[in-house]
């Protein structure tokens, strides 16, 4: 049986072979009374587009590369990918994931080979820094790079980012209004040779605290554990050890703060009778175990990312191209005002 080609999806289509190939290629550009009568088409003949010959004809190749310095298993970066992947899906995009680029290796190997392999339209980067050698790599092919939460946007085209700095800062001044005096900062450790943007919430906490103490009886200090996946218990383990319990906790993340609120009362503090807490992200779960957190949407942040990559795709002007969003502190009950 002879492959149905893209005349005969015209034909019985009704429209132009222009029409069938902008339908599968530019979307954008064809009704959607059209488009669906061409998919319709191109089912019943069991068609499908070339995508070599679309990116030989385009010099485009339709694919964009997300980079992650940790797994996509993450809530932030699957809120990531599926905010991106809501805007470029319907452009006719692909995207390919590399994760684990967080040692010089891994990454020298991605912007190295990326010149010879051309085959991505444009680079995200999720939640660190670049250094002046990679964004020299994708500049000899003309390859935009946007960044998603990144500590610097100076080696960017476009960037939408999160305030983490200031909205810990913010965390940690609610606790010390609410009259809390003995307040600490749980985190995992930086990742080795390489700067990410959840680093800059310490910096906000420390700041908080620094402003307070001249005018508070404040006590504060930082907890850092071991990165991984057992964080949380590390966590754990080095708030029971302390001298004394502190009477509120800023966690670097709900990842952290939401199994430490399940666990802590198996060990006879209970929040907020015994003890405030905040998170931050406002992730799943959250909202189940009444977290006080600062939110962050990293979904709409992917979308937005998305939008302004396909603007640098096709050379055209962005508004706006580095974005700052300020995280929102929403209250619920895990904290509460401090009584001596």
């Known amino acids: 049986m002879t492959k149905a080609g893209i005349r005969d999806v015209a034909r ?6 222009s029409t069938v190939s902008r339908a599968f290629t530019r979307p954008e550009l064809v009704s959607e009374k059209t488009r669906r009568k061409v998919l319709f088409a191109a089912d019943r003949l069991d068609f499908n ?41 319907d452009a006719g995009y692909d995207i390919s994931l590399f994760q684990h680029i967080d040692t010089a290796e891994n990454r020298k190997e991605f912007f190295t080979t990326l010149p010879v392999r051309r085959n991505v ?16 790599q994708l500049e ?7 960044g998603i939460n990144t500590p610097s946007t100076s080696n960017f085209d476009a960037s939408v980012s999160i305030n983490d700095e200031e909205g810990m800062f913010m965390a940690a001044q609610h606790l010390i209004n609410l009259g809390h005096r003995h307040i600490v900062y749980t985190c995992s450790e930086p990742a080795e040779g390489i700067t990410s943007s959840i680093d800059d919430r310490g910096r906000g906490f420390v700041r908080a605290c620094k402003a307070a103490e001249h005018n508070h009886d404040l006590q504060w200090q930082v907890l850092s554990v071991p990165r991984g996946r057992a964080f949380a218990d590390s966590a754990l383990t080095a708030l029971l050890a302390l001298d004394e319990f502190p009477d509120a906790i800023c966690c670097q993340m709900d990842m952290m703060a939401i199994p430490l609120v399940l666990k802590l009362e198996r060990y006879g503090h209970t929040t907020p009778r ?12 959250a909202d189940t175990i009444n977290l006080t957190t600062m939110r962050q949407d990293p979904r709409d942040m992917g979308r937005n990312a998305a939008i302004k990559a396909l603007k640098l795709i096709a050379d055209k002007p962005l508004d706006n191209p580095h974005e700052i969003i300020q995280p929102q502190l929403v209250l619920r009950g895990s904290d509460a005002v401090f009584k001596q």
């Open 121 to 136: 339209d444009a680079v995200f980067v999720n939640s660190f820094a670049i250094d002046s050698y990679e964004v020299e």
């Open 49 to 89: 587009i070339s995508r070599s010959a679309t990116s030989l004809k385009t010099g485009q190749a339709y694919r964009v590369a997300l980079l992650m310095n940790e797994e996509i298993t993450s809530w932030f970066n699957t809120e990531v990918f599926a905010g991106i992947n809501d805007i470029l899906h």
């Open 140 to 146: 000899r092919i003309h390859v935009p790079i946007i």
């Open 12 to 17: 019985v289509a009704g429209v132009s072979i």
């Open 274 to 285: 015994d003890y405030s807490i905040i998170g931050f992200d406002d992730s799943p779960y």
